[in-house]
């Protein structure tokens, strides 16, 4: 590679030529012209390509189209390379700043006709809104400039080397540039121009920035406006119509303060928005004003004189066709679904999203975290050795990168705190971008979760913290040290606002134990919430070898390093189906709180500013699952962090059966992100009377007898199952496995684990260990008792290979008042170490020409669940098909598990196969249920859903008990009191053909 080349795409600096200082993304009537659309382009496979492209008279009829916005890798099927997911590496030798000489180099062109209107503008501004990573511009043959920083704007001044009619722009792209050791974010390295280009002709006397930084004091509303243009420009006119605001400032100098009078603040859940406009003679720029003052007083993070909590979660901006490249209607309807499962904030993780997702944010109503584009994981490795962080080199990259993101987005008034990026460790260069935050913007913290000892940041910020450690973070009084910190460092964090930058890891089926943080935001006001990772899945579709489609990650692409399936760990999957989780998570955050007490109901509003006028209460009535009664429930307007006493409806309670009364909060009227009637917040209560469970009969005088036997449904050959309801089945068989979770699949790390870890192993490398998977059965006996037909019972020990550990398994099936009941009773050998996935008996049911196809059940629902995740969970009647009971994750897992069965009745095409009703055991506690096509065996064989094999064959599993989900993938293991420790369970059912 020549040496000029080498130093250029080596070159840590932000580039040359780029306008400085950067500005506001603005809505303003100046001509403008939109260069998306079709482009002529070549990849090249080293960055050492001959450059006469750029010149006016090269032909480049030979090249291809590509679409502009877009990912080079992700047009062509493959033509041009292929996606890479790496989260914590590198995928190109570490030797900063140098990249290898096979750096894929995308060459674009165009023609492009400048108005002939655009002849009196003062200059003619082209802007990228987002290249990855490195690129270089020419005009008509004229080298304009390059610039680095992918996620971020850069505009250039091509006003000499523009002219009347036919214009060429040719583009040059590096994949990779001494700025990708600064943007090793956790997502795709995704090449190309991938937002858009603009040509705008700014007008002689118009304004280059406008900011209009808000306050919001008793009731009032204060506007102080920066206003950047030649004095030329002025006089310059702010008008706010609805407030009847017209200031007119005559010179920069008169540029004051204006007093907006009585306003409406701006908040998440009331994001009042008024139109404004800042013009001059020669341009106007409109914009969207929100009235809301950002503070920290104490230990409290404040809008609006108010706590605030984040119920958030961190968004990439990912699409599984279109990658990065921005879709407003998708985009609009992403943020429409957080809101109707309460996410009241984002954070951007880890680089401003497009400009547009905030004027979304603004309208709809969010707390965001802004972060900057910055990233150096892949420097752990080296125990952060070479860290561009700390690097003088590096620095001016640095502040360009912070400069950006503030200059661009500070208008929003979404926008309630800056982050510096993420992961990055920490040194001079973040302390420097720090420095020049605080000076721009006084108002609004600074985040960045790497400065563990709070020496230029705001706000205390963690990832991953476990309940416990953040009870002890948020816990008044207590002096024990904070992670990396010495006592004094830690007095000064917990004297700051504390929030989880991320928790939760979302990854496949999980995570667990949501409730527990959230029962510590509302005991610990220093607890301000946190960020969920993450939103969504980050899929890409493609296809699979037997030509289906699948979403596709880390390996699927033949990288040389990846980071597998890390990249599909969101609450949303990536053809944008919610998984149970974000369920889960929106009944745990839910804004309004039941509480309920004989005949009344304390209703408590959660939210931060809000009453509860937009709301509707209704009530409804159930026995054992069918309406018998409903209705409105009124409930006098609750203000925010209020409570208030309701008298409930006169319940009618089924003598013989349950009872439940459910209450709704739904929105009264429609909203721009739902529709009238949903469901923001619900609640239920067990109403039922006691009903005794049918006693066990315990037969004595139990005699071997084998041969064939009928028992109601049932019938037996040598007492195994072979025929229930007519139709053919094996089983029950001893089921401890589960298909591992990712939570399953990851190794401990020893901190505050279930007393049943080994750190650096997983679970599911235990429960392979231990032959949980590969279980086989040796009968003990078959016996019957004395003298009658009416019962049998089989004995067996179920151990695996190689292993002396077992598990005794006692059948009982009888008929009990003309019933058939199955009783088993699972008890465990001493010596098992770890903890168990679960504890079921399985029924494989073949075809038999109609399949067992799906469910109706009287238990927990509609959604799956789990110990330590059954908030969204409600006592109801529901039914499925056999595909909608699975969840697909993009890595099949253990999935479908519903949680306090009663009674379950399996259908084929419609029509009842058999019922089935389980009995409570003598501690009280409900089995569950999971139907599928796929044994747990078969599923912790597949890497992706495609995998599987064919199947003719339902399987049905009836479980005492399951371990919970965690967050191990990335976070702490299952909390003690929901892990499954072996131990002795019972399981009873009561049968009856359909």
């Given at each position: 590679m020549p040496s000029e080349l080498s130093a250029y795409v080596s070159d840590p600096t932000p580039g040359r030529g780029a306008l400085r200082p950067a500005r506001?993304?603005?809505?303003?009537?100046?001509?403008?012209l939109s260069l998306n659309g079709a482009w002529r382009f070549r990849l090249s496979p080293t960055a050492s390509v001959a450059q006469d492209f750029a010149a006016e008279e090269f032909d480049d009829h030979g090249w291809?189209?590509?679409?502009?916005?877009?990912?080079?890798?992700?047009?062509?099927?493959?033509?041009?390379?292929?996606?890479?997911?790496?989260?914590?590496?590198?995928?190109?030798?570490?030797?900063?700043?140098?990249?290898?000489?096979?750096?894929?180099?995308?060459?674009?062109?165009?023609?492009f006709a400048v108005p002939a209107d655009w002849s009196d503008a003062e200059r003619i501004v082209l802007r990228f809104d987002g290249v990855e990573s490195l690129f270089r511009v020419w005009v008509n043959g004229v080298d304009i400039g390059s610039a680095a920083g992918s996620r971020l704007a850069h505009e250039f001044d091509i006003t000499p080397a523009v002219r009347p009619g036919d214009n060429v722009i040719a583009v040059r792209v590096h994949q990779w540039s001494a700025a990708s050791y600064v943007e090793d974010q956790?997502?795709?390295?995704?090449?190309?121009?991938?937002r858009d280009v603009t040509l705008t002709a700014r007008p002689a006397g118009g304004i280059e920035?406008?900011?209009?930084?808000?306050?919001?004091?008793?009731?009032?509303?204060r506007v102080e406006a920066e206003i950047t243009a030649e004095g030329s420009a002025f006089p310059v006119t702010l008008r706010i119509p609805e407030l009847g605001v017209e200031q007119v400032w005559e010179t920069a100098a008169d540029v004051t303060p204006v007093d907006a009078g009585e306003v409406e603040p701006w908040s998440a859940e009331r994001p009042r928005l008024y139109d404004a406009t800042v013009s001059t003679a020669a341009e106007s720029i409109a914009l969207r004003v929100g009235f809301r003052t950002v503070e920290i007083r104490g230990d409290r993070f404040l809008v609006n004189g108010r706590r605030v909590v984040f119920h958030g979660v961190n968004r990439h901006e990912a699409h599984p066709v279109r990658g990065r490249v921005f879709d407003e209607e998708h985009a609009r309807e992403d943020l429409a679904r957080m809101k109707r499962f309460n996410v009241n904030a984002i954070r951007t993780s880890h680089y401003p999203p497009h400009p547009r997702l905030l004027d979304l944010a603004d309208e709809l109503g969010f707390w965001v975290v802004l972060e900057c584009d910055l990233e150096t994981h892949g420097f752990e490795k080296l125990g952060w050795v070479g860290n561009p962080s700390d690097d003088p080199a590096w620095r001016e990259a640095y502040l360009d990168r912070i400069r950006r993101t503030v200059e661009r987005d500070k208008n929003h008034p979404s926008i309630v705190i800056w982050s510096l990026g993420n992961e990055s460790g920490t040194g001079s260069n973040l302390a420097a971008m720090s420095a020049w935050v605080h000076a721009r913007d006084a108002e609004r913290p600074v985040h960045y979760e790497g400065d563990y000892t709070g020496e230029y940041t705001d706000v205390y910020s963690r990832m991953y913290a476990s309940a416990a450690e953040t009870e002890r973070i948020g816990t008044a009084g207590t002096d024990t040290p904070l992670l990396n910190c010495t006592p004094a460092q830690s007095a000064r964090q917990r004297a700051k606002p504390f929030l989880l930058c991320e928790y939760a890891h979302a990854m496949g089926n999980g995570p667990g134990a949501l409730d527990q943080y959230e029962a510590l935001v509302h005991e610990h006001p220093r607890l301000h919430g946190g960020f969920v990772w993450e939103w969504r899945d980050h899929g890409i579709l493609t296809t699979a070898p037997d030509g289906s489609a699948y979403h596709a990650y880390g390996g699927d692409f033949g990288e040389v390093v990846h980071d597998g399936n890390f990249v599909m760990d969101g609450m949303l999957l990536s053809d944008d189906v919610p998984t149970p989780s974000l369920y889960e998570y929106k009944a745990v955050v839910q804004p309004v709180r039941f509480v309920f007490d004989g005949d009344k109901v304390a209703v408590t509003n959660l939210r931060h500013s809000a009453d509860t006028s937009d709301l509707r209460f209704r009530w409804r009535v159930e026995h054992d699952g069918t309406p018998v009664d409903a209705g409105d429930l009124e409930v006098p307007v609750v203000a925010a962090g209020e409570?208030?006493?309701?008298?409930?409806p006169p319940v009618p309670v089924a003598p013989e059966g349950e009872t439940w009364l459910t209450i709704d909060a739904v929105l009264a009227t429609a909203a721009p992100w739902a529709p009238q009637g949903h469901v923001v917040a619900t609640v239920q209560s067990d109403r039922s009377p006691h009903i005794p469970v049918p006693a066990v009969r315990h037969r004595t005088g139990w005699r071997p007898d084998a041969g064939t036997l009928t028992l109601g449904a049932a019938e037996f050959v040598d007492g195994c199952l072979v025929n229930l309801a007519g139709r053919a089945v094996t089983g029950p068989r001893l089921e401890l496995f589960r298909a591992?979770?990712?939570?399953?699949?990851?190794?401990s790390d020893g901190v505050e684990e279930s007393d049943a870890s080994v750190p650096g192993v997983s679970n599911a490398e235990l429960w392979r260990r231990d032959g949980l998977d590969r279980l086989t059965a040796r009968r003990v006996s078959v016996e019957r008792p004395h003298d009658r037909t009416d019962a049998l019972r089989t004995l067996d020990k179920v151990s695996a290979a190689n292993s002396a550990l077992f598990v005794m398994v006692e059948s009982v099936w009888s008929l009990e008042a003309g019933e058939l009941e199955l009783r088993v009773e699972i008890e465990p050998s001493r010596g098992w170490s770890t903890v168990w996935p679960r504890i079921g008996i399985r029924f494989d049911l073949p075809d038999g020409g109609a399949p067992v196809d799906g469910a109706e059940w009287f238990g927990l629902g509609p959604s799956e669940s789990y110990p330590d995740s059954l908030r969204a969970a409600r006592t109801g009647r529901f039914s499925s098909g056999i595909d909608d009971l699975s969840v697909?994750?993009?890595?099949?897992?253990?999935?479908?598990?519903?949680?306090?069965?009663?009674?379950?009745?399996?259908?084929?095409?419609?029509?009842?196969?058999?019922?089935?009703?389980?009995?409570?055991?003598?501690?009280?506690?409900?089995?569950?249920?999971?139907?599928?096509?796929?044994?747990?065996?078969?599923?912790?064989?597949?890497?992706?859903?495609?995998?599987?094999?064919?199947s003719t064959t339902s399987r049905l599993t009836i479980d005492a008990a399951q371990h919970g989900l965690g967050s191990r993938s990335c976070g702490p293991d299952v909390w003690p009191e929901f892990a499954l420790r072996p131990e002795a369970r019972t399981i009873r059912l009561r049968i009856t053909a359909g």
């Open positions: 506001s993304w603005l809505h303003s009537d100046a001509p403008s291809e189209s590509i679409p502009v916005p877009s990912h080079w890798v992700l047009e062509g099927d493959g033509a041009h390379g292929r996606p890479i997911y790496t989260n914590i590496q590198f995928p190109f030798p570490i030797d900063p700043p140098h990249v290898p000489d096979e750096n894929p180099t995308g060459d674009y062109r165009r023609h956790d997502q795709w390295w995704l090449p190309g121009i991938f920035d406008v900011w209009l930084r808000t306050g919001f004091h008793d009731g009032r509303g409570s208030g006493w309701v008298s409930l591992p979770t990712d939570n399953d699949e990851s190794p697909d994750y993009a890595r099949p897992q253990e999935t479908g598990h519903r949680s306090g069965l009663r009674r379950l009745t399996l259908t084929s095409t419609g029509t009842e196969v058999f019922r089935l009703e389980a009995l409570p055991d003598t501690h009280g506690r409900r089995p569950g249920f999971t139907l599928s096509r796929h044994t747990p065996q078969e599923l912790a064989r597949a890497g992706h859903p495609y995998e599987l094999p064919a």
